[in-house]
């Protein structure tokens, strides 16, 4: 099984929030995880808007950062994934940026692995609704 991981997901890895042990199951299991790199940049500005609010720590957010650099997922290039991500966004009428997500899930096989409420429910009322799950469907 491949596992699309998007931010609302990555950042559980780090940061003990609502569904944190959900995410963490994923990391514990033999199965592949890929992400587009859009993953990287989501990921830093989310640790930067915590750091603003003082949820984390500035050492916290860039040792979050260089474990997700370092860690075991594979990142797939956005130029690759950009076309297919703009279509995708315009048949959901969704922002791109999570459209990446989806056309990573179907370039790679995959399924991708989510928090975020508002995409899996234009997700799985589409076409592309088998390509998406919920974290704690994991």
Not at 33 to 42: C, S, W
Request: glycine share 6%.
């Amino acid at each position: 099984m491949t596992w699309v991981v998007d931010s609302s997901v990555a950042v559980k890895w780090f940061v003990a929030e609502q569904d944190h042990q959900r995410a963490l199951r994923i990391l514990g299991v033999p199965d592949d995880r890929v992400a587009p790199d859009i993953l990287i940049y989501e990921v830093c500005n989310i640790f930067w808007r915590k750091l603003r609010q003082g949820e984390v720590s500035r050492d916290q957010a860039e040792a979050s950062i260089g474990e997700l650099l370092r860690g075991d997922v594979a990142f797939w290039p956005g130029e690759d994934l950009a076309l297919r991500a703009f279509e995708i966004s315009q048949d959901l009428q969704h922002p791109v940026y999570d459209c990446f997500y989806i056309a990573c899930a179907e370039a790679s096989d995959g399924i991708l692995v989510t928090a975020d409420q508002r995409l899996l429910k234009q997700l799985h009322a589409s076409r592309f609704g088998h390509l998406g799950c919920h974290v704690a469907d994991v």
